[in-house]
């Protein structure tokens, strides 16, 4: 136990030595302490735009959802998270353009100054708050969980005691601290997971024979629809497009667009992203999927335990702790963040309505900090739902603004009407899919909100403005159009109910969505090598 908490101890004496070193002067202009002066480079910006990314959920949710389905979630997650890095190219892009040229630091105030409305800002802001609180709050459950099953700590202590220390650097550092110890959290998470993957195969007899044994007795983990039957195609497809749709609408990574200290950096890093998606996603998910070797009658909200479960029974103390800080390097690198974003927006788009000031100061949005992390403290005091559940749920909301989005950056002529029903449309479609006062059919409810989204936008559009002309010059590339074709080959509905053949204990089909991957990294990385020639 005295190896577990100095370890723990180390680890975020490390992470507040970090975001102390590179941290921005307390009295500092909106662009360094929220933006880093827009001076990240490839590196840094690949390092935090993933860490930031690979939340609570990518560590605790995904492992839980391996444990529960199999590997038929690998693909969704390694894949289809991957593949919006396309958005880097036709949105990053020119978001940072505008940005850069008009001054801009948060998400809405982009959206109110392409739109010249004030109401639609507000409403855009409102919306990136209200559902990022209980993505915010994924991130104490899961600390909750780890420090409760490694070292006994009280649940909600736990979420506590990490709070705090992410609110101490965020508080003190801005961007540049959070961009640092998101690359330090990024790469330290990468490295014990798959330690911690490592660990538990060597534990059940090697890679072949650990999988035979869950082969053997858990064959539904191999197959879609998997362990529950709950990935038909359907929901496949909404998946993935959830996942294209809502996660460059993540304030924390949208903000992100900006930092960039060139606009070819968002080239650059969109190369990289899949791969690493791909190897990320895969070690919490075959962990799960192992964790049914130790633990085999987790039901629900339990299977979110399976890793800390998992490694806190087969490995020693050391190596215990050290696979936790993966976990909790996850879910501190996308707190932090959102922290940064959220107070960002309050003091550039949500105050100033309030006190009729065209922005307030950074202590305001130092104040809003501390708000926000009481209010996902709060939310992960009684958790409603698995991690799953709540991200899905959180996520759809996220993903109504895209049309608002994508039209506005590339439409000639825009209007703040078509932008707000829009937006009022999905969100209301999502509220009464909730209260399952509509049913959704075989499909997610993000299917029906982004066609409700983006069909009242261009009706309204043409009523109002006339028809709607849409022509930006990477819907006439060549490389667009083969990505479109790798995801659409990602739909491999014929594949479905199949196990075999097997590789070293795994499904064929694992290896095609590997495949895809790596091609979805050649044809940007020659995308972007032509663009650079130009």
């Not at 990518?58 to 396309?86: E, H, L, N, Q, W």
């Not at 009523?463 to 990505?483: C, N, Q, V």
Request: proline share 6%; glycine share 10%; charged share 10%.
């Amino acid at each position: 136990m005295v190896i577990k908490i100095a370890l723990l101890t180390g680890y975020f004496f490390l992470v507040v030595l970090i975001g102390i070193v590179a941290r921005t002067r307390w009295k500092s202009s909106p662009e360094a302490y929220f933006l880093a002066d827009r001076r990240l480079g490839p590196l840094v910006l690949l390092g935090t735009m993933t860490a930031t990314n690979f939340s609570a959920f990518t560590v605790f949710g995904t492992s839980g959802a391996g444990y529960r389905d199999g590997y038929a979630f690998f693909p969704i997650m390694g894949f289809g998270t991957g593949f919006m890095a396309v958005t880097f190219w036709f949105l990053g892009r020119r978001i940072w353009e505008i940005g850069r040229n008009r001054g801009i630091v948060t998400p809405p105030e982009l959206i109110r100054s392409i739109y010249d409305s004030r109401p639609l800002g507000a409403l855009f802001a409102a919306v990136m708050v209200v559902f990022t609180i209980p993505y915010l709050a994924l991130q104490p459950m899961a600390a909750g969980y780890a420090l409760e099953a490694l070292v006994g700590l009280p649940y909600f202590c736990g979420c506590t005691l990490v709070t705090g220390i992410i609110v101490l650097y965020t508080l003190r550092g801005g961007m540049r601290a959070v961009a640092w110890t998101d690359l330090f959290q990024g790469a330290l998470m990468v490295v014990l997971l798959l330690v911690s993957l490592v660990v538990v195969v060597g534990h059940h007899g090697g890679w072949t024979v650990a999988h035979q044994k869950v082969m053997a007795s858990h064959p539904e983990l191999f197959s879609r629809p998997g362990g529950r039957g709950y990935y038909t195609p359907a929901i496949w497809f909404s998946y993935m497009l959830l996942w294209f749709f809502c996660d460059p609408m993540f304030p924390q990574l949208f903000q992100r667009f900006f930092t960039a200290r060139r606009r070819r950096t968002l080239s650059q890093i969109m190369i990289g992203y899949p791969l690493v998606c791909t190897l990320v996603f895969f070690m919490p998910i075959a962990i799960g999927v192992l964790g049914r070797l130790t633990f085999p009658g987790l039901t629900g909200k339990e299977a979110d335990k399976i890793l800390p479960l998992v490694v806190t029974h087969i490995s020693g103390d050391a190596m215990a702790a050290l696979v936790m800080a993966a976990g909790l390097a996850a879910l501190m690198s996308t707190m932090d963040s959102q922290l940064l974003t959220l107070s960002s927006i309050f003091t550039r788009d949500l105050l100033p309505l309030a006190t009729g000031r065209p922005t307030a100061g950074p202590v305001a949005g130092r104040l809003f900090v501390v708000f926000l992390s009481l209010s996902g403290l709060a939310l992960a005091y009684k958790p409603p739902d698995t991690i799953l559940q709540i991200a899905t749920q959180t996520f759809t909301g996220l993903a109504v603004l895209f049309p608002t989005v994508v039209f506005g950056l590339y439409l000639k002529r825009v209007h703040p009407a078509p932008a707000i029903l829009s937006i009022l449309t999905g969100e209301a479609l999502l509220v009464l899919f909730y209260l399952q006062w509509l049913p959704t059919g075989p499909f997610l409810p993000v299917v029906w909100t982004l066609m409700g989204g983006f069909s009242v936008y261009l009706l309204a559009h043409w009523l109002r403005m006339g028809p709607a002309t849409l022509a930006p010059s990477w819907l006439g590339d060549p490389y667009f159009w083969m990505l479109a074709a790798l995801f659409v080959l990602a739909m491999d509905f014929w594949a479905w109910g199949r196990i075999g053949p097997l590789t070293g204990g795994l499904p064929a089909w694992i290896g095609y969505f590997v495949f895809l991957s790596i091609g979805q990294t050649v044809l940007t990385y020659r995308w972007a090598r032509r663009d650079r020639s130009r």
